[in-house]
């Protein structure tokens, strides 16, 4: 295990390296200046432009850039944010909280819900509910995220008054629920679906027939045997999507008016904030490559049969 555990960490560097370094070509390689774009129309002396561009080492070769960030990066340093004069750690700092309780919200609702009707649905295939709930995870699939967050707030918030139709800027963790939903419908259907399916496959295994004929407990053949084996895709899927939910809510902070990592990296890409992008998507990377190797120790714990040398 710890071998294996090794090599993948190994591994991850290369995988690291390679997603960083993309992500910084596309910023700091596009047309456009930063250091011009403080300015605005007023008129800004070359020299004034070549010393700003010489402190935060833009006028360095992309490739020299690059390695400096990655210096400073093992060093704690994730750059200067050029329009506000802030370290890029300190403004992450402020808004990441809030998109991990909002991520963390959305994903517990995906695990519940996803999961749970996934289950219900496989061990009755083909009947009706199985059936509703196709149609339901089509319709969350099909829809944009834009459009089921403005329906959710005009009916609760508007029709209803069950809840604001904007979150405070200290939100509460009831203000969270209904983003949180909105972001977690299209995790929700896959994994709903997912679940179903292989729920479907393994009811009908040889190796459930053989706990049947055991006299085993219904509870414990679906909660232990069924299961086990089942969730070993679905687990896959849920680690990769605890990435997606942090990064992939720039238009549902933006309907709710949440200011956290999602209008963050918004106001960065307007703003030719390259230092703030990069470093973002940073730690979205680390994220990613950790739940990656989480979820494959996990196969080990779900299927015996699993076993890393």
Same mark, same amino acid.
């Given at each position: 295990?710890?071998?294996?555990?090794?090599?993948?960490?190994?591994?991850?560097?290369?995988?690291?390296?390679?997603?960083?370094?993309?992500?910084?070509?596309?910023?700091?390689?596009?047309?456009?200046?930063?250091?011009?774009?403080?300015?605005?129309?007023?008129?800004?002396?070359?020299?004034?432009?070549?010393?700003?561009?010489?402190?935060?080492?833009?006028?360095?070769?992309?490739?020299?850039?690059?390695?400096?960030?990655?210096?400073?990066?093992?060093?704690?340093?994730?750059?200067?944010?050029?329009?506000?004069?802030?370290?890029?750690?300190?403004?992450?700092?402020?808004?990441?909280?809030?998109?991990?309780?909002?991520?963390?919200?959305?994903?517990?609702?995906?695990?519940?819900?996803?999961?749970?009707?996934?289950?219900?649905?496989?061990?009755?295939?083909?009947?009706?509910?199985?059936?509703?709930? $196709?149609?339901? *995870?089509?319709?969350?699939?099909? %829809? /944009?995220?834009? @459009? =089921?967050?403005? &329906?959710?707030?005009?009916? #609760? +918030?508007?029709?209803?008054?069950?809840?604001?139709?904007?979150?405070? $800027?200290?939100? *509460?963790?009831?203000?969270?629920? %209904? /983003?949180?939903? @909105? =972001?977690?419908? &299209?995790?929700?259907?896959? #994994? +709903?679906?997912?679940?179903?399916?292989?729920?479907?496959?393994?009811?009908?295994?040889?190796?459930?027939?053989?706990?049947?004929?055991?006299?085993?407990?219904?509870?414990?053949?679906?909660?232990?045997?069924?299961?086990?084996?089942?969730?070993?895709?679905?687990?896959?899927?849920?680690?990769?999507?605890?990435?997606?939910?942090?990064?992939?809510?720039?238009?549902?902070?933006?309907?709710?008016?949440?200011?956290?990592?999602?209008?963050?990296?918004?106001?960065?890409?307007?703003?030719?904030?390259?230092?703030?992008?990069?470093?973002?998507?940073?730690?979205?990377?680390?994220?990613?490559?950790?739940?990656?190797?989480?979820?494959?120790?996990?196969?080990?714990?779900?299927?015996?049969?699993?076993?890393?040398?």
């Amino acid at each position: 295990m710890g071998r294996y555990v090794a090599r993948r960490l190994l591994q991850m560097i290369p995988v690291f390296i390679g997603s960083t370094l993309l992500v910084f070509l596309m910023m700091y390689a596009l047309p456009g200046d930063p250091v011009r774009a403080l300015a605005g129309e007023q008129h800004v002396d070359a020299t004034q432009i070549a010393a700003l561009k010489a402190q935060y080492g833009l006028d360095q070769p992309i490739w020299q850039q690059y390695l400096n960030y990655l210096g400073n990066l093992f060093q704690g340093d994730l750059g200067v944010q050029i329009g506000t004069q802030r370290p890029v750690a300190e403004v992450i700092a402020d808004a990441y909280p809030i998109t991990v309780r909002l991520a963390i919200f959305a994903f517990a609702f995906t695990v519940i819900a996803g999961i749970s009707l996934g289950i219900v649905a496989g061990l009755k295939a083909e009947s009706l509910r199985d059936r509703g709930l $196709l149609g339901l *995870t089509l319709v969350l699939i099909s %829809m /944009p995220s834009f @459009v =089921l967050g403005f &329906l959710i707030q005009y009916f #609760v +918030a508007f029709q209803l008054g069950i809840a604001k139709p904007n979150v405070s $800027l200290e939100p *509460t963790n009831g203000e969270l629920i %209904m /983003p949180a939903i @909105v =972001l977690a419908s &299209l995790s929700l259907a896959y #994994v +709903a679906r997912l679940t179903r399916t292989s729920v479907a496959e393994n009811i009908r295994a040889d190796y459930m027939r053989t706990a049947v004929a055991k006299g085993l407990p219904r509870r414990r053949v679906i909660g232990v045997h069924l299961m086990r084996n089942s969730l070993i895709p679905v687990v896959t899927f849920l680690g990769t999507d605890i990435g997606s939910l942090m990064g992939g809510a720039i238009v549902t902070e933006g309907i709710f008016n949440i200011k956290g990592v999602g209008s963050l990296v918004f106001e960065a890409l307007s703003k030719r904030e390259g230092a703030t992008v990069v470093g973002v998507v940073t730690l979205l990377v680390i994220v990613y490559l950790v739940c990656s190797l989480l979820v494959d120790l996990l196969y080990a714990v779900l299927d015996p049969r699993i076993r890393y040398a």
